[in-house]
């Protein structure tokens, strides 16, 4: 089983696009963020006739999440049980819950679609919601865990954490700001103790940027970010076959600012010969 994450910045300017990689690299699943959109404006189309169905939650032009799949998917979760909400000038508790995360079913692996907080700046509201986000998100993770210790569950998007220094091109322009605080990275690492989750990818792609800005010519200079991840169980981890940063996705016409992340999971689907043959 082939799965991804991409933050596609908007699905509707990018759909053919999507589509057309989807069906290129041969991926099953794919965990879509930012698609900017509500369920009546998704392109549903162009991705039927390539043979994924998609579950999303859109509520807006902003944020959104989504999951492209052409194996059934079942179990389909909008937001986790614990997740703030957020407006300006409204406690948490009582802010209405953004379109940030949604969970399926696939094979019997379980995927959630995540777009964290991006936090803005550090004295923004936004930047405590973001680790309120984040913690929460991490206890429900350790929740599901205990219920299920053998789960293979998969937590993949984009993090809107870099939580090395060698995960930016030059960590001196971020001193001050978002992405690399130390309370950012502290929060991403509460996903990485003993017994909950493990960076899939890393250990076999130590190096690699999945976004960069459209300004100042941050890609032909490779002045990048590693934002982007798939964090697993030890079950999910023990499938994985291969892992890649797509960063030609980054190059062409009118391309996202991010990269897909693709995962190759040692999982045969019971729907593998019911495929739809695409030419």
Same mark, same amino acid.
């Given at each position: 089983?082939?799965?991804?994450?991409?933050?596609?910045?908007?699905?509707?300017?990018?759909?053919?696009?999507?589509?057309?990689?989807?069906?290129? &690299?041969?991926?099953?699943?794919?965990?879509?963020?930012?698609?900017?959109?509500?369920? &009546?404006?998704?392109?549903? %189309?162009? !991705?039927?006739?390539?043979?994924?169905?998609?579950?999303?939650?859109?509520?807006?032009?902003?944020?959104?999440?989504?999951?492209?799949?052409?194996?059934?998917?079942?179990?389909?979760?909008?937001?986790?049980?614990?997740?703030?909400?957020?407006?300006?000038?409204? $406690?948490?508790?009582?802010?209405?819950?953004?379109?940030?995360?949604?969970?399926? *079913?696939? %094979?019997?692996?379980? #995927?959630?679609?995540?777009?964290?907080?991006?936090?803005?700046?550090?004295?923004?509201?936004?930047?405590?919601?973001?680790?309120?986000?984040?913690?929460? #998100?991490?206890?429900?993770?350790?929740?599901?865990?205990?219920? %299920?210790?053998?789960?293979?569950?998969?937590?993949?998007?984009?993090?809107?954490?870099?939580? #090395?220094? *060698?995960?930016?091109? @030059?960590?001196?322009?971020? $001193?001050?700001?978002?992405?690399?605080? /130390?309370?950012?990275?502290?929060? !991403?690492?509460?996903? #990485?103790?003993?017994?909950?989750?493990?960076?899939?990818?890393?250990?076999?792609?130590?190096?690699?940027?999945?976004?960069?800005?459209?300004?100042?010519?941050? !890609?032909?200079?490779?002045?990048?970010?590693?934002? %982007?991840? +798939?964090?697993?169980?030890?079950?999910?981890?023990?499938?994985?076959?291969?892992?890649?940063?797509?960063?030609?996705?980054?190059?062409? @016409?009118?391309?996202?600012?991010?990269? /897909? +992340?693709?995962? @190759?999971?040692?999982?045969?689907? $019971?729907?593998?010969?019911?495929?739809?043959?695409? !030419?």
């Amino acid at each position: 089983m082939r799965v991804a994450t991409w933050n596609v910045n908007s699905i509707r300017a990018r759909a053919s696009r999507v589509v057309d990689w989807l069906v290129r &690299e041969d991926v099953d699943v794919l965990g879509m963020q930012e698609i900017k959109c509500k369920p &009546e404006q998704f392109p549903y %189309d162009l !991705f039927h006739e390539a043979g994924y169905d998609i579950e999303l939650h859109g509520l807006s032009q902003w944020n959104g999440v989504a999951f492209a799949s052409r194996l059934p998917m079942s179990d389909v979760t909008i937001t986790f049980p614990s997740q703030p909400g957020f407006a300006k000038g409204v $406690e948490s508790g009582d802010a209405p819950k953004e379109a940030r995360a949604i969970g399926v *079913t696939v %094979d019997g692996i379980r #995927l959630w679609s995540l777009y964290v907080p991006n936090g803005r700046e550090l004295d923004d509201p936004h930047y405590t919601y973001k680790l309120d986000w984040l913690a929460r #998100l991490r206890d429900e993770t350790e929740a599901w865990l205990a219920d %299920d210790p053998g789960i293979p569950l998969a937590l993949m998007g984009d993090w809107n954490v870099a939580p #090395l220094d *060698t995960d930016v091109w @030059d960590p001196a322009v971020f $001193e001050g700001h978002t992405h690399t605080s /130390p309370p950012e990275r502290a929060a !991403f690492d509460a996903f #990485l103790q003993p017994g909950l989750l493990s960076d899939v990818v890393r250990p076999r792609l130590p190096e690699g940027y999945t976004y960069w800005d459209y300004k100042q010519l941050r !890609f032909p200079r490779n002045e990048g970010m590693r934002i %982007d991840f +798939v964090l697993g169980s030890s079950s999910f981890a023990d499938l994985v076959s291969s892992v890649r940063i797509d960063r030609n996705e980054r190059k062409g @016409d009118a391309p996202s600012d991010h990269v /897909p +992340v693709v995962v @190759d999971l040692d999982v045969e689907s $019971e729907d593998d010969d019911d495929r739809p043959m695409i !030419f």
